[in-house]
């Protein structure tokens, strides 16, 4: 039995769990996510507790239940109180502003870098170095905020670039002067 999709998931209850088909659609005060659930897995939903149980023992079966678990206790989260995600940007000029749906940088480059911010996606910026992504989809959230870093991304000298908050960068020594 998997550790994790034996663990029942407890949701608040303004959150409202449905399924129709093999898709499970997860309402809340946030919006509204969906997912299909993997073939072999059920849904068994009480007052306040959701249980994922399995229909066979079947390899691909058992290494889905603890997927299947997690991916709907991250629509109950999203939708109840949603995910952030901060970012930093380092070095002498760079800086960051939103306007309406874009993310326009100033990185180092020749010219100022344009971040197109998807549907479902709010992006904070406090005292132009700061972001913060927001939203009710955990999938989406770290994927914008991966494609905001690898823009420019910290580099070992000076550190130069755009980190997670609490990301920890190895630096290296610069040149030693010839003797």
Do not use: W
Not at 139 to 154: H, M, N, T, W
Request: with cysteine; aromatic share 4%; glycine share 12%.
């Amino acid at each position: 039995m998997s550790r994790i999709g034996k663990k029942p998931i407890t949701f608040p209850k303004n959150v409202k769990i449905s399924q129709s088909g093999g898709i499970v659609k997860v309402e809340g005060p946030k919006g509204t996510l969906s997912s299909k659930l993997p073939d072999g897995i059920l849904m068994v939903v009480s007052e306040n507790n959701l249980d994922i149980e399995r229909k066979s023992e079947d390899r691909i079966v058992r290494s889905c239940h603890g997927l299947a678990r997690t991916l709907i206790n991250n629509m109950v989260i999203g939708v109840s109180t949603g995910f952030e995600k901060g970012l930093e940007i380092s070095g002498v000029g760079y800086r960051a502003e939103v306007t309406g749906s874009t993310l326009k940088m100033v990185l180092g480059f020749s010219s100022p870098v344009e971040y197109s911010i998807p549907k479902g996606i709010d992006v904070k910026v406090d005292k132009q170095i700061n972001l913060v992504v927001s939203g009710i989809n955990k999938e989406l959230v770290g994927r914008v905020a991966s494609e905001i870093r690898s823009l420019k991304k910290p580099e070992p000298y000076k550190g130069k670039g755009i980190k997670y908050v609490g990301e920890y960068i190895r630096r290296k020594a610069g040149k030693s002067a010839a003797k």
